[in-house]
């Protein structure tokens, strides 16, 4: 087991930091911190400290760690690679559950399917299944998440979305029971899969169909061209927004003058406008208040009620 942070002694009772009983009841390989910066693990870098930070080893970990918060009465969120979350300056009250360790990272190839745990990088996925010649999977080329994230958001590029390509989940729920659900058991909607609202991802298999690696690779570099074409490269956790029915958000928020608008270290991109940047210094402040003025234009000038994509999480 892992602690850092300013861990003096043995707890004996639970009036302790969580931190310390955590790191005594978990596996020894088990990572746990305590006042964990969060902004060095989101795209955006923005926003405070965990009150604890655990990697569980494996599932039992996991198990361990969810039914602790519970009997505890302690707030938790599973992150995965920070890449559609923001984290408010004052930082998260309660438990951020990583799932970064080997077990939950492992792709195994069995024929035309991955199984892939739910810390796997999407490149990895769409790496992997290049050199195996399988293709369908090359859209999460550049969608800088993990699977879990991937599968909570319904993850989307290039006209496909996760949900096309999954065959099964396994999930925990909040007692830390473990169920394999097929795709057709599981309601998914633009961008968000709602079960996973309250169950955690562990990982998931997805069908792929054989293909020649030139024909993978071909499709993966033209998507790759297309969104280097679009994507700024400053810090940010992707689209802001969630496209409404009529106009993509970021031609709307174009439209309305926001390129290029800046509030503190926050602005909307040139390249994109929908992606809020970090200019360098942004503070989460700076973000949701430039967020809240585009909504505020969006809905005065057009009438449409545009709903954040980003995951928004912690305190003032
Ligand atoms: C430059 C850039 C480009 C992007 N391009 C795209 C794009 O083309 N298409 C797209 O859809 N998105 C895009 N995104 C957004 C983001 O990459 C995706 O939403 C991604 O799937 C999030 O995965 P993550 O691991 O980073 O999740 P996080 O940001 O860590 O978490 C997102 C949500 O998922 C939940 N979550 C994480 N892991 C689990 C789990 N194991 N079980 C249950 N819930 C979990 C979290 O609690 C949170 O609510 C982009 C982001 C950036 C910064």
């Known amino acids: 087991m892992t602690i850092t942070g300013d861990i003096m002694e043995v707890p004996k009772s639970s009036s302790v930091n969580p931190a310390v009983e ?22 955006l870098r923005v926003g405070g400290p965990a009150d604890v930070y655990v990697e569980p080893a494996n599932e039992s970990d996991l198990a361990v760690t969810v039914e ?30 990583c799932l970064a360790s080997q077990d939950f990272s492992r792709v195994e190839i069995e024929g ?25 999977v090359e859209f999460l080329e550049g969608i800088p998440g993990s699977v879990g994230g991937a599968l909570r958001m319904n993850a989307g ?11 099964s989940v396994r999930v925990m729920d909040r007692a830390g029971q473990v169920r394999e659900l097929t795709v057709a058991e599981i309601p998914v909607e633009y961008r968000c899969c709602p079960l996973l609202k309250d169950h955690i991802a562990l990982g ?3 069908r792929c169909r054989a293909a020649t690696r030139a024909e ?9 061209e297309k969104r280097w074409e679009s994507q700024p490269s400053m810090p940010s956790a992707g689209c802001m927004f ?24 926050a602005m909307v991109s040139k390249e994109h406008g929908n ?41 003032d």
């Open 157 to 167: 590029a290039m006209g496909g979305q996760m949900f096309d390509v999954i065959e």
């Open 68 to 97: 602790f918060c519970h009997a505890r009465g302690l707030s938790f969120f599973v992150m995965g690679r920070g890449s559609n979350l923001l984290v408010r300056d004052g930082g998260f009250r309660g438990v951020v559950i």
């Open 216 to 224: 993978v690779e071909q499709r993966m570099n033209t998507f790759s």
């Open 242 to 265: 969630k496209n409404p029915a009529t106009i993509p958000a970021g031609k709307l928020i174009e439209e309305l003058g926001f390129k290029e608008k800046r509030v503190g270290g």
């Open 22 to 43: 955590l790191a005594r009841i978990l596996s020894a390989a088990a990572v746990v911190r305590r006042d964990e910066p969060l902004a060095k693990r989101t795209t």
């Open 204 to 206: 998931a298999v997805f």
């Open 275 to 315: 992606f809020i940047v970090n200019t360098g210094n942004a503070t989460a402040h700076d973000v949701l208040e430039l967020a809240a003025l585009i909504k505020a234009r969006a809905w005065s000038e057009r009438k449409i009620e545009l709903q954040t994509e980003v995951e928004i999480v912690g305190v």
């Open 112 to 136: 035309e399917r991955l199984r892939c745990g739910a810390g796997v990088k999407l490149k990895q996925v769409a790496v992997d299944a290049k050199r195996a010649g399988l293709a369908g």
